[in-house]
């Protein structure tokens, strides 16, 4: 055995001695198959009960010199790169109480591992919500839904995560324990780290806690569906909704191999107020067949993450275009598919839409580098999420741009030894 | 005296001419390449110019700069930090001034570069909702040029006639409507930044969510301390189908805010809540005869949005002031209404020049429910200070605009107004809260970071800034009380050149 290869088990063996003290030998185990990231093999599973226990962890990761994989639900846990190295996945199971809602202040201050269904669950005793539409709810944590800037179809009116981020606590690999941001909504006293948290896909630090700006739920919703006869004509439909004075809360264009394009919109509102909205929007979206519909049209994004998640036959990702770009960006996917692959999208009025894959694994990569070659000629991007089994190592995150230099020193302030994910992020951070 | 002390002196004084005269050539070497880069008429250097960029809107500290250089484009931007970079030599951007923290104050032996020629705007593009300008474009201008499409640019501090976007963007400014509409740091889509070496870096753009961290977000507030940016990708949002305004007299603002609570928990989110107390009202009405009700409490409540929607909840509105105590109510419903009743609000700060020769404008945020306690508490200070404390708020978001009054003429209330100031955030800080939600920590409030931080949390930061600058030649010393040692090895000490040159100190 060379001396290298030695030292390191050592260095893993007096890690497992040591972090046993710290969160008892009930809390660490060796990892099993089902624990893999990326088909990468961590060694051991740690679940801290506490902020300063997950810190002092870490610290004894890094100074081990072992590669943390920080895990919530492990809903998401495939998104990005493959990890370079992988030993310990920190897991914020034990983390998960909500701490405080103060529903006066419309805030609620809540550890990394609770799940986005009991924080919604908690603050709706008061009406409440976090205007967020995640994946998987029930499952997805709050440190892995801030760490993956995962966000639905309100995004539209209420914005993403770093809209609705006020505060976060931190590890860092040193074993600092860091807060930035506050309780308060309005709050510019030093930088913005729950921002440069948000997205960071665990690279930078260990998101603890959180504290997120709530909005009141609504009254009454509407949804109202519109089967079109082709892309432009969901293109012009959105453009026209989005260019009045209607203030929908979310609108969003489905279409797949075989079905024509749907624009669905969702109205938030007082009773009084939807009916008016809804009645202008039929108007307006005139000559199309126009019904109303339920709410399960929002869970399209989840359905085509869903399918790839429950059999590896898909590959899905997501894009970015500019909202005057939709149709151009719909109908390039359809006509890169056209016969050979079955497909299918949800694109928001935002810009940023959802794409699944299925047939040969040479055609689907093929057909994923020609999407981003042009998306990202075009100032959009494509961002691989699920791969399919046997695909080639096309990089999940394409161009940084001339930003990544700027990143890679960020990632060196604060994770000068590639302690956390190590590789899984834009331009191998 | 004897020949030696003679020679020992003449010695002295031949060093110090040769490192006066080095440092004139100094300042001639680089005041003439910066010429040349920004023209003559791009170069301010004379004593009596310079007093003009010696503070911004907080008037209390001054620093006289060096040089003052005036770019008109991002080539010269990046021309002048590469100069500034190679001789370490501290920089200051500054867009029109306005700023309350002092963020835009000069660093000692510093330079400032003024960015109110790069006053474009490049682009408007209706069908993505977007507009691309230069950083010394005025805010309100952008809604300006965008209003014939029904356009408007969101965040609206009071001083959107003057204030620029790139000052805007250092100090993630608010307003009255951020409320509903977020901050600057919602409404910036995309960066151009000049970086602390020279270089350039593109975040974010006209599509959202660009792969990589959000150094956007990060960059949004930091109060040019990590860089210039010289061009912004803006949101511009939809002017909503109608506003209305609703305007309530209340007894105290102890029910003016139980009101706001009330509308809080009924689940409405209105464009803007302000509140102004007593004094504030005297002042305003004083000022600009807005014809406030004389009242203990003035409850501004704005709602936008579709017609039906605007009619019932203003409906609930005025209900919940009424069930309030409120004894006036009256709705703004034509731009000419709403504007007069906006006026008085706007013009608070000015109005109190009015009632009081000198004042502070604090700027301090507290959890909406604290207010009555926080009230109370400021009342007690005020009381016990002698000193009179009028109050605007962005009630809303528990955003105080505590105004304290006093006379510099009569000796010792000058300290003891900061003294009262102060005390007031200290109020802030153990109710939950901030110490600045939109005027920035600049220069002023540095020496209350570790009040609301811990010293860990202050590090962590500044780690952001040891990646952007870590040479901290990009307006040094603002926000962080100490700054972090930034690199490997701390401690390697680098002599200024104005230091080398006899020109300055260093302690």
């Known amino acids: 055995m060379d001396a290298s290869v030695s030292s390191k088990l050592s260095d893993k063996s007096t890690f497992e001695t040591d972090v046993r003290g710290i969160v008892t030998p009930k809390y660490v185990r060796a990892a099993s198959a089902s624990d893999a990231v990326a088909g990468v093999q961590p060694s051991f599973v740690v679940e801290p009960g506490s902020e300063r226990e997950l810190a002092k962890v870490l610290k004894l990761a890094y100074g081990a010199g072992l590669a943390v994989i920080p895990r919530g639900g492990g809903t998401k846990l495939e998104w990005g790169n493959r990890p370079a190295r992988a030993d310990v996945i920190l897991s914020t199971a034990r983390l998960n109480r909500v701490i405080e809602h103060p529903w006066a202040d419309l805030t609620v201050s809540v550890e990394a591992g609770c799940t986005l269904a009991k924080l919604q669950e908690t603050v709706a005793k008061h009406r409440q919500r976090l205007a967020l539409d995640t994946l998987w709810a029930e499952r997805a944590t709050v440190g892995g839904v801030l760490s993956t800037n995962d966000s639905g179809a309100l995004r539209l009116r209420f914005g993403s995560l770093r809209d609705l981020v006020i505060g976060v606590t931190v590890s860092l690999t040193d074993g600092t324990v860091a807060s930035s941001g506050g309780k308060v909504v309005k709050n510019v006293a030093g930088y913005d780290l729950p921002k440069l948290l948000t997205g960071a896909l665990g690279t930078l630090a260990v998101i603890t806690r959180a504290i997120f700006r709530l909005h009141p739920l609504p009254k009454e919703t509407r949804t109202i569906s519109c089967v079109t006869s082709n892309s432009a004509e969901a293109q012009q439909l959105v453009h026209e909704l989005q260019n009045s004075k209607l203030a929908q809360s979310a609108l969003q264009i489905c279409w797949g191999a075989g079905i024509q394009p749907r624009v669905d919109v969702l109205f938030e509102g007082t009773e009084a107020g939807l009916a008016a909205q809804v009645q202008q929007a039929k108007a307006m979206l005139g000559a199309a067949p126009v019904r109303d519909a339920g709410r399960d049209v929002w869970d399209a994004r989840q359905e085509v993450c869903s399918a790839a998640k429950s059999s590896g036959e898909f590959a899905v990702a997501k894009f970015a275009t500019l909202p005057a770009e939709l149709a151009e960006t719909l109908e390039m996917i359809a006509g890169l598919c056209s016969g050979e692959l079955r497909w299918s999208v949800v694109v928001q009025a935002t810009g940023i839409g959802w794409v699944r894959l299925k047939g040969a694994v040479g055609k689907i990569d093929s057909v994923l580098r020609q999407l981003r070659a042009n998306l990202e000629g075009r100032e959009g991007s494509l961002v691989l999420a699920h791969r399919i089994a046997g695909t080639s190592e096309l990089d999940a995150w394409g161009d940084a741009g001339d930003a990544l230099p700027l990143m890679r020193a960020v990632k060196g302030q604060f994770d000068p030894l590639g302690t956390l994910n190590p590789g899984r992020f834009v331009g191998g951070i | ?507």
Request: charged share 25%; glycine share 8%.
């Open chain 2, 1 to 507: 005296m004897d020949a030696r002390t003679v020679d020992q002196r003449n010695s002295e004084a031949r060093a110090a001419e040769t490192r006066n005269s080095e440092a004139r050539v100094f300042e001639r070497r680089i005041f003439d390449e910066l010429r040349e880069i920004v023209g003559p008429r791009g170069l301010i250097t004379s004593r009596e110019e310079l007093h003009t960029y010696e503070c911004d809107g907080l008037t209390n500290f001054r620093v006289l700069p060096r040089a003052v250089l005036l770019p008109d484009s991002t080539e010269q931007v990046q021309r002048i930090v590469r100069v500034c970079h190679r001789e370490k030599i501290p920089f200051v951007a500054r867009g029109s001034g306005t700023g309350l923290s002092g963020g835009a104050l000069p660093v000692e032996n510093g330079i400032v570069i003024s960015l109110t020629r790069m006053n474009k705007i490049l682009e408007v593009d209706f069908a993505n909702a977007r507009a691309v300008v230069e950083p010394g474009v005025i805010n309100l201008d952008v809604t300006n040029r965008v209003a014939e499409r029904q356009y408007f640019y969101a965040p609206d501090p009071s001083s959107q006639s003057v204030c620029s976007i790139g000052g805007n963007v250092a100090e993630n400014s608010g307003g009255a409507h951020c409320l509903k509409y977020g901050f600057t740091t919602t409404h910036v889509l995309g960066l151009e930044l000049v970086l602390a070496e020279g270089s350039l870096a593109h975040l974010g753009g006209k599509v959202l969510d660009r792969p990589g961290y959000d150094l956007m977000g990060v960059f949004v507030g930091s109060e040019g301390t990590l860089g210039i940016a010289t061009k912004i990708t803006l949101r511009i949002v939809k002017r909503p189908e109608c506003v209305q305004t609703l305007l309530a007299a209340f007894p105290s603002t102890n029910e003016a805010g139980a009101a706001v609570s009330d509308m809080i928990a009924a689940g409405m989110l209105p464009a803007a809540i302000e509140m102004m107390d007593n004094l504030a009202i005297q002042a305003a009405e004083a000022a600009v005869h807005a014809n406030y009700p004389n009242c203990g409490a003035l409850l501004l409540v704005e709602l936008d949005g579709p017609v039906a929607e605007v009619a019932a909840l203003m409906a609930h509105v005025d209900e919940i002031c009424r069930d309030n105590k409120a004894w006036e109510i009256r709705v703004a419903q034509s731009d000419a209404e709403r504007a007069l009743v906006w006026k008085g609000r706007k013009a608070a700060f000015a109005a109190m020049g009015r009632i009081s020769p000198n004042y502070i404008v604090q700027d301090g945020v507290i959890p909406r429910t604290e207010l009555p306690n926080v009230m109370r508490e400021i009342v007690r200070l005020s009381t016990e200070a002698g000193l009179r404390v009028a109050n605007v708020f962005h009630a809303g978001d528990g955003n105080l605009h505590p105004l304290v009054l006093y006379d510099r003429r009569i000796p010792g209330q000058e300290e003891a107004a900061e003294i009262l100031s102060n005390r007031i955030l200290e109020l802030c800080i153990a109710a939950g809260g901030s110490i600045t939600g939109e005027h920035g920590v600049g220069e002023d409030k540095k020496k209350m970071m570790p009040k609301m931080y811990s010293e860990p949390d202050l590090q962590t930061m500044q780690r952001v800034r040891c990646a952007f600058d870590p040479m901290q030649l990009s307006n040094p010393s603002k926000i962080f009380p100490r700054p972090r040692l930034c690199g490997e090895k701390p401690g390697e000490y680098v002599a200024h050149p104005l230091e080398t040159a006899g020109m300055a100190e260093r302690f």
